[in-house]
């Protein structure tokens, strides 16, 4: 392993890396000290707001009743004190929009006293709304460029907090974003809409069930994040790591992760002194982050959180992930987001947790012990089952990108068909329901070990299940197939809409059988799951998701397997699906016609510039080396033959079959992308998926072989083995 300069440099800088960063101390500090010390919190309102403004804006937060208006000047005045005093000069509103990335506008506090000095200032309007120039932003058609009015508009019930940076702190306001026609342009305006749905039909089933107090019912999330850091320095080197966040190249190193060694296995020094640094961080924000491990692939790592309410958890994601970004660079490593940066070792998901539940009746999704007795978590669990199956093009659609693509499908992550794994104890609970009644659970027991010195393990009542992208996991479900680097607030807006959508499917159906009558409820119960368990019960599947015999399977079960996103973003705008959405009033069918435009023209923007790049470095990178080895050999068997020796020419041969194999794809590629014309974004879209990218595969396939061949000395770009290995 020697290389070209640069990459000797960038193996000398990671050999020879020292700390640049002072050693934090948690003996002096505790985690639980800082644990949102930056965060404007219900208790730092309660200190800072006079007891009326304070009651009206808890309410608003905890009941999700009207936000009043009128706080906003007392807040915005006590929010600014506070953030001043935390070191802040500037204020921003933060939003997401369909980019999928965090975005912020900031503002100075500063203003002109009008006698040559300034004052320090905040109203409540500069809290309630921001106008941001929306005209950078995809909106889909919702916007003509010329109408550039966007506005951003506080949302109280994801706390604002302070961004430290060296030179100056900001104050950070989370907000929705919309068009000047109040149409969303962003993740959380719908989200909060879905989450306003969600709680009405939830309220409506407790009622059924008997339950008077009820408080708000909130979806909630925890978001496993999957994340791989490499140096830096071989990131600057990798032209397509760069630009592309992901290698177009790179022949597979002779070790990659079939040892299986690296999984949960010990974190490297630098690592986790930048986990321990990134943690921090997100203690003062308030982020509740709970676990780190190794992950299966080499310099992969997971992180991942106590869950929390839908809405803090997306905003607290989004936190995560521009933490991991900015913390890592400090510790000179890059946090690659993508979901496949390195081909032929496992690529990342972001693994969503999601529940409902709410302070009076708990976790909605929780079995309890006996659920074959448990009515109510039944009848939240069969509206989740049939909302993924009734839906389950939409479930893929919203976890589609180009960049997951490269993941969803391959042996590593769940397959694109959507099936949920329920487990032996539930599987079991609704065949007994399908056959008429259920009258018992199965139970997990107690495990005994075999050495008395260790303790008998209460055993779980059914097994998990790692190939299947929506498994039931003791008290939720996880969605396995998020993009790592995607905001989680699309699946969650699906995931609320639908179950929303089957919560009023059973509500409407027990409140009409029993017509109030609770003596009734139990044999409604039944009906209504059996009837669901009857209808959708195919998407339940327990086996090995991976499997050739599941792809058959599912296709007889009529499961669709939306392999591509090309295929699966059209769902977006199918009639059921807008018709739900509408329904519950989470988006107007422009609002969804908007986003399939913005996600596929995504999808042609992310494939063409991985094109331009793959012709750039296959030019201006891979070709000029080979030719260079070519000639090395070449002058070498001139020499020999000319003192007389023969030489194998067998090398050159076969490095000259490839310099031209190389030059023709990468030709054959240039004309895929020139000859191609459309003015439709999902013909355009259909065009990158269906022949750009296998002609990029195909010049890859020579690169890689190059790259096998060509003296090491050549061989410009940082390998799979030093990026991966070398930390
Ligand atoms: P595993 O890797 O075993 O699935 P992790 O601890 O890595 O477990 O992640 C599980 C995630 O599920 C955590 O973020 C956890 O807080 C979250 N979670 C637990 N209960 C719920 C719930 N009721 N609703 C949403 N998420 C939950
Ligand atoms: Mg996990």
Avoid at 218 to 237: K, M, W
Wanted: charge should be negative; hydrophobic fraction near 40%; charged fraction near 20%.
């Amino acid at each position: 392993m020697s290389g070209s300069t640069s990459r000797l440099q960038a193996i000398a800088a990671v050999t020879n890396y020292k700390p640049t960063t002072p050693a934090l101390n948690f003996a002096d500090t505790s985690p639980s000290d800082v644990f949102g010390v930056n965060v404007f919190s219900l208790s730092v309102m309660k200190e800072r707001l006079p007891k009326e403004i304070f009651k009206s804006v808890k309410a608003t937060i905890e009941t999700g009743s009207k936000l009043d208006p009128s706080v906003a000047d007392v807040v915005a005045a006590a929010m600014k004190d506070w953030a001043i005093a935390k070191g802040a000069t500037h204020y921003a509103h933060i939003f997401h929009p369909l980019t999928g990335l965090t975005a912020e506008k900031h503002d100075s506090f500063l203003a002109p006293d009008g006698a040559g000095g300034a004052i320090m200032e905040f109203s409540g309007k500069a809290l309630i709304q921001g106008e941001p120039d929306a005209s950078s932003f995809p909106s889909g058609g919702i916007r003509v460029t010329f109408e550039a009015r966007g506005y951003t508009a506080w949302d109280v019930t994801s706390p604002a907090y302070i961004l430290e940076n060296p030179n100056g702190t900001t104050l950070c306001i989370p907000t929705a974003f919309v068009s000047w026609t109040g149409e969303a342009l962003d993740k959380k305006t719908p989200l909060l809409r879905s989450m306003q749905a969600l709680n009405k039909q939830s309220q409506r089933v407790l009622k059924i069930f008997g339950h008077r107090d009820i408080a708000m019912v909130t979806a909630t999330a925890g978001a496993e994040q999957e994340y791989f850091l490499i140096d830096r320095n071989f990131f600057f080197a990798r032209p397509d790591l760069l630009n592309a966040g992901r290698t177009l190249f790179g022949a597979k190193p002779p070790k990659g992760q079939e040892f299986e060694d690296q999984y949960f296995g010990a974190i490297p020094e630098r690592v986790l002194a930048c986990m321990l640094e990134v943690e921090r961080e997100l203690y003062k924000l308030g982020v509740p982050v709970k676990t780190r491990h190794n992950e299966v692939a080499p310099s992969q790592y997971e992180i991942a959180p106590i869950f929390e309410n839908a809405n803090i958890a997306t905003d607290h994601q989004q936190l995560v992930m521009l933490t991991l970004k900015r913390v890592a660079n400090k510790y000179g490593l890059e946090c690659l987001l993508h979901e496949k940066p390195f081909a032929g070792v496992n690529g990342s998901g972001k693994h969503l947790n999601f529940s409902l539940g709410n302070s009076t009746q708990g976790n909605l999704l929780d079995p309890g012990s006996t659920p074959h007795q448990n009515m109510q978590f039944l009848v939240f669990c069969a509206a989740v089952i049939r909302a993924v199956h009734k839906f389950s093009p939409l479930l893929r659609a919203v976890v589609a990108s180009a960049s997951n693509d490269h993941r969803l499908g391959a042996n590593e992550a769940p397959p694109a068909i959507i099936s949920i794994f329920l487990g032996d104890q539930l599987t079991d609970v609704f065949e007994q329901i399908k056959g008429g009644a259920a009258k018992s659970s199965k139970t997990g027991g107690i495990m005994h070990l075999g050495a008395d010195t260790l303790p008998p393990l209460p055993k779980d009542a059914g097994d998990r299940n790692r190939t299947s992208p929506f498994a039931f996991t003791g008290n939720r479900f996880e969605y396995r197939a998020v993009a790592s680097n995607q905001s989680i607030g699309g699946p969650l807006v699906a995931l609320n809409a639908i179950v929303a959508d089957s919560l009023d499917y059973v509500a409407t159906a027990l409140e009409q059988a029993t017509g109030g009558d609770s003596a009734k409820l139990p044999q409604a119960v039944q009906n209504v799951l059996k009837d669901i368990i009857d209808k959708h019960g195919a998407v339940i599947f327990n086996g090995d998701g991976y499997s050739e015999a599941w792809h058959q399977e599912a296709e007889k079960r009529g499961l669709p397997n939306l392999k591509t996103s090309v295929d699966a973003l059209p769902y977006l705008s199918k009639p059921d699906v807008v018709e739900v959405f509408e329904k519950f009033g989470v988006l107007s069918k422009r609002e969804v016609e908007s986003r399939e435009a913005i996600y596929l023209e995504q999808y042609c923007k992310a494939v063409n510039v991985e094109s331009l790049l793959v012709i750039e470095m296959s030019k201006t990178v891979i070709f000029p080396a080979a030719i260079r080895y070519q000639s090395e050999l070449a002058v070498t068997c001139a020499n020999l033959k000319a003192v007389g020796y023969q030489f194998d020419t067998n090398t050159l041969d076969k490095v000259t079959e490839l310099v031209k194999n190389l030059q023709d794809s990468t030709a054959a590629l240039e004309n895929a992308r020139s000859a191609f014309h459309s003015h439709s974004v999902l013909d355009e879209a259909k065009h990158y998926c269906n022949t750009i990218l296998p002609a990029m595969l195909e010049v890859r396939k020579y690169a890689d072989e190059l790259e096998l061949m060509v003296a090491d000395d050549l061989w410009p770009l940082p390998t799979y083995q030093e990026m991966l290995f070398i930390k």
